[in-house]
């Protein structure tokens, strides 16, 4: 199923702010996100799922919207 994926900062400069992949789990995704930008291998970055960080792999539905998230800091 495709999935929408939103995409800020650092991040969006490689992927662009807003892509359609097809996914059914979040390490699926990561995996097509690399294949798609290589650039992303070496990059760090944080999962969203329908606004709610995620730290492990979780499966998607068609109708998520998953955030790519570059480290912040904050001051």
């Known amino acids: 199923m495709e999935i929408k994926i939103i995409s800020f900062g650092q991040i969006a400069e490689i992927t662009g702010k807003e892509l359609m992949l097809e ?15 290589p650039e992303l291998s070496d990059k760090k970055f944080a999962f969203a799922v329908n606004k709610k ?23």
């Open 23 to 37: 996914a059914t789990d979040l390490d699926s995704l990561k995996l097509h996100l690399v294949q798609k930008f």
């Open 53 to 75: 960080l995620v730290n492990a792999n979780v499966n998607l539905n068609q109708n998520n919207v998953v955030a790519l998230m570059p480290p912040y800091s904050g001051g």
